[in-house]
């Protein structure tokens, strides 16, 4: 009984009382926890750089009034250099990471490989550079844990604190890649779930915010979706905001719904050559169709919210040389919804590297957009469609995700318009209102 006692003794300060040198434990989990960020937010720019540069190298010079064949064959390329990378430099499939993230945390598996630094990174900038319709926060996610993992491994951080270093790793790689610090912590609770204390969320929130603003900083402070005109909510379109939500809310049911089967039929091939042929092939075809669906679609969402509907048919083959009137633009705005979560797990699930995130927020603008015009168009309304798009982009989000406040912090520290907070709560409390009574026992695709 003594023995167990002793032993007792001597393991409780190994995870309570841990610190770096004299310093206060909690004090050496906040500075860990800023270094971090700080290492996340710059990798999340380094990422960002790298599939711009990649993107304006390929199709930086295509002219937006001509049909562009390469569109057929950089999505192809993109899909088949990413899946050579896994294959024969890493050794393993770096697809879904935000998923791996989770499940290792749950299975308290909390040592990640030193690839996961670089490996996702790599791969997302051949996937999204070459055309691939996603985002590129899984990958900035993974590359944030394992950074954590490997810095709390190095200094013999004891389990828990492990655990929640890797978690504020993670935070911070989506902070950093939106440029929105609220976001990645409520990604953190969120999405992965993580049930954190008083001191371990400080730890959190700043991580979170030095990697956030690590890469706002680094970027220029740029936003990520640039608006120049500026947004107002009229409070009298507060029931439209909620049937707007309503909207978004069945449209997320459809998008997860879609993209659980796509990524079923996905996985039911198993040459891995294959499914990134097939993959590549057909989201190829989709960006030839909609050239806004190239990438992760930030600046047509920001020409969109703007007023701008011609950023949506550049270098389209079905609008060339011909009409860009009211209704061709709600159904290339409505085709692209459509078709979207196909592309988006064309990307993902056939071979690619690349997020679930930015997807579901170019989905909610299409949406959004249609929503209000198509009543403008129908009843004579003069609903603001602009407004529309940017809220919509949150409704569709926290219905897609399941993950509410995330996506309203996200949109709002996104776009910079914290003035748009009321109708964008509005519009995800009804869209995940009518998911949950709708799909209660359905999980997120």
């Not at 926890?33 to 993107?55: D, E, M, R, Y």
């Amino acid at each position: 009984m003594l023995d167990k006692a002793a032993k007792k003794e001597t393991q409780a300060p190994a995870t309570s009382e841990w610190r770096i040198g004299t310093i206060q434990p909690s004090i050496s989990l906040y500075l860990l926890a800023a270094l971090v960020g700080l290492i996340a937010g710059f990798l999340a720019f380094i990422l960002k750089t790298a599939i711009k540069w990649i993107s304006t190298f390929l199709v930086g010079h295509f002219h937006p009034d001509d049909v562009n064949f390469g569109l057929l064959i950089f999505p192809v390329v993109g899909i088949l250099l990413a899946v050579a990378f896994q294959k024969w430099i890493i050794g393993r499939s770096l697809e879904h990471g935000t998923e791996k993230i989770k499940a290792s945390l749950i299975a308290k598996q909390y040592d990640l490989p030193f690839s996961d630094t670089y490996g996702p990174m790599i791969a997302s900038t051949f996937t999204l550079g070459f055309g691939g319709s996603a985002g590129a926060e899984g990958p900035i996610a993974t590359a944030g844990a394992a950074i954590a993992s490997i810095l709390g491994q190095r200094l013999r951080l004891p389990e828990q604190l492990l655990r929640i270093l890797v978690a504020c790793g993670a935070g911070a790689g989506i902070a950093g890649i939106f440029k929105a610090p609220i976001g990645g912590v409520m990604f953190t609770l969120e999405v992965i779930g993580i049930e954190l204390s008083t001191v371990p969320i400080i730890a959190l929130v700043i991580a979170c915010v030095v990697g956030g603003m690590t890469s706002y900083g680094c970027t220029g402070f740029t936003l990520d979706v640039p608006l120049t005109h500026a947004q107002h909510f009229d409070p009298a379109m507060s029931g439209w905001v909620a049937l707007l939500g309503i909207f978004c809310g069945l449209y997320s049911i459809y998008y997860s719904s879609f993209a659980a089967y796509t990524r079923r039929a996905y996985s039911n091939i198993s040459s891995p050559w294959a499914r990134a042929a097939i993959s590549g092939v057909m989201l190829a075809i989709l960006v030839f169709t909609f050239p806004a669906l190239y990438g992760e679609g930030y600046n047509v969402m920001a020409e969109l919210i703007d007023g701008n509907t011609q950023a949506l048919t550049s270098g389209s083959l079905i609008c060339h040389g011909g009409s860009t009137s009211p209704t061709m633009i709600i159904l290339f705005c409505g085709g692209m919804a459509i078709v979207k979560a196909f592309a988006t797990i064309s990307t993902n699930s056939g071979g690619g590297v690349a997020g679930d995130f930015a997807p579901t927020l170019f989905a909610g603008c299409m949406t959004g957009y249609v929503f209000g015009t198509a009543l403008n168009s129908i009843f004579g309304l003069s609903l603001p469609a602009e407004n529309f798009a940017l809220i919509g982009m949150a409704g569709t989000m926290a219905g897609i995700i399941h993950a509410p406040l995330m996506a309203m912090f996200i949109v709002v520290e996104t776009t910079g318009y914290y003035g748009m907070m009321f109708p964008v709560v509005l519009a995800t409390i009804f869209s995940y209102a009518t998911v949950t009574y709708l799909r209660p026992n359905k999980n997120r695709a």
